[in-house]
């Protein structure tokens, strides 16, 4: 008679830190035999990779939290792990109010994760890691990624700016660069399996090597992975305006497979906003930053981060935020309400907006910034774009994929096979809000 096997089931949310953290976990459980699982149930583990940047990302994943109450009860032996930065945030607390939950696991021990496991099995006594100081930026383990050709490469972890909104600095820790020796390493691993598309990762990663001491870290790590032997494609994010260098953005007009999109997320228009946010630029220091990547890199697609609504926001600092949107034209917006995280110094700040106002002013701003998408897709009507294939789309014999710049362009296949990850190049003759579509000419 053969074993069982033994399965488990990742559930992550938030950015792409959390996405590679959780390819790492995914890497760590196969290596002890465990095979994936789409639903929880029946699942030998179970692991919620947590994020806490907003509140509703928070009320959502308390939800999937208490599901699990009831899978305990119907599989008493499935070990239920909840990990990163809710965990980190809330560490005893959250086994207190869900005591269905075997291990918690803070931001710092991704990596050591195989190693707890073991031990928690061992004993099967419920453990809480939250040592944020302990955290290990080097590694070889094996991961297993989401997709076969796209591979996210964290380059560092932490952030030390603490703009005054954002709780990522308290359960993130403070800045740690890998060493590119072990970046390179990751990188020419992935290309032997296959791997042609790469997104070097970190909450500031202009602040890259910072902490070696050494100066235009960053730009050197780009020009080094652009150098390496089958590395087709490169993005980086996510950047902070006031650290992004001439050197960066000239690394990026250089370099061959250095893609053309520049995350800059500004947050807010209004300087005076942003002196509150401990942004460490203004208005116009922004807009000379765009004027610069522009010089140097003239067709660059240029997306960014927006908040609305930050304390004390007024309809006149809302306009600046509508005035750079107009200016900048970006190519796409994540658009955030602000959500007030305890243990920040804006949780403390007076004039809190109310919510019917800041979500008038988020429609407001989608709205503007649809047209700006639109606007930028329609330039590229009569081109033809580079497109690496991600596979089929909803719709029936139509395939998707994205530019260099991360434009989503969809293709009839008609009679034509493609593999996912092929480059396929389309004739642009349609642009919608959210996408282009064309037809492949080759
Ligand atoms: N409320 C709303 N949005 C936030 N972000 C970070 N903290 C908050 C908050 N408290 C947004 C910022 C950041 C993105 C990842 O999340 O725009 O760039
Ligand atoms: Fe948060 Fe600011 Fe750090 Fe980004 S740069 S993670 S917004 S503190």
Request: net charge neutral; with cysteine; hydrophobic share 35%.
């Amino acid at each position: 008679m053969t074993d069982k096997q033994k399965t488990y089931c990742l559930i992550n949310y938030g950015c792409q830190m959390n996405e590679s953290d959780t390819e790492h976990y995914a890497g760590q459980l196969e290596e002890l035999g465990y095979k994936p699982i789409a639903d929880y149930h029946g699942a030998d583990v179970i692991i919620i990779n947590t994020c806490c940047v907003r509140e509703s990302a928070e009320k959502k994943i308390a939800g999937k939290i208490g599901e699990l109450k009831a899978e305990k009860r119907a599989n008493p032996d499935v070990v239920i792990c909840v990990a990163g930065c809710m965990a980190q945030k809330d560490g005893e607390k959250l086994v207190k109010k869900h005591p269905q939950v075997d291990l918690l696991l803070g931001t710092a021990y991704v990596n050591d994760f195989k190693r707890l496991f073991l031990e928690y099995l061992e004993d099967r006594k419920g453990k809480i890691y939250t040592d944020l100081t302990i955290h290990q930026s080097e590694f070889e383990g094996h991961m297993v990624r989401q997709s076969p050709f796209h591979a996210w490469i964290p380059i560092m972890y932490g952030c030390n700016n603490f703009c005054t909104y954002c709780i990522v600095p308290y359960v993130r820790g403070r800045e740690r660069s890998r060493s590119v020796e072990n970046i390179v390493a990751e990188i020419k691993a992935a290309v032997a399996d296959g791997y042609k598309e790469f997104t070097l990762l970190g909450q500031n990663v202009n602040s890259y090597g910072k902490d070696f001491g050494e100066k235009d870290a960053f730009a050197k790590l780009l020009r080094t992975v652009d150098a390496i032997p089958g590395v087709e494609r490169i993005h980086y994010m996510t950047s902070h305006p006031r650290d992004m260098s001439e050197e960066v953005i000239k690394a990026v007009a250089e370099g061959e497979h250095i893609c053309e999109g520049f995350h800059v997320p500004f947050q807010a228009g209004s300087s005076e906003i942003l002196r509150r946010m401990n942004r460490g630029y203004t208005k116009e220091k922004y807009l000379a930053l765009i004027d610069m990547i522009r010089k140097y890199v003239p067709d660059a697609a240029i997306t960014t981060d927006i908040i609305v609504g930050f304390p004390g926001e007024t309809e006149e600092d809302f306009a600046e935020t509508l005035d750079v949107v107009r200016r900048v034209g970006f190519t796409s917006a994540f658009t955030f309400i602000y959500s007030k995280r305890s243990g920040t110094p804006a949780a403390k700040m007076e004039n809190q907006v109310p919510l019917a106002v800041k979500k008038e002013r988020l429609n407001r701003l989608m709205a503007l910034q649809n047209e700006s998408s639109l606007h930028c897709h329609e330039k590229l009507v009569g081109k033809t774009v580079e497109v690496l294939a991600d596979g089929p789309s909803k719709q029936a014999n139509v395939w998707g994929g994205r530019t260099r710049t991360g434009v989503l362009v969809l293709w009839p296949v008609e009679d034509k096979k493609y593999e996912v990850g092929q480059k396929v190049n389309v004739l642009v003759d349609t642009a919608q809000t959210w996408l282009v579509k064309g037809k492949a000419v080759d």
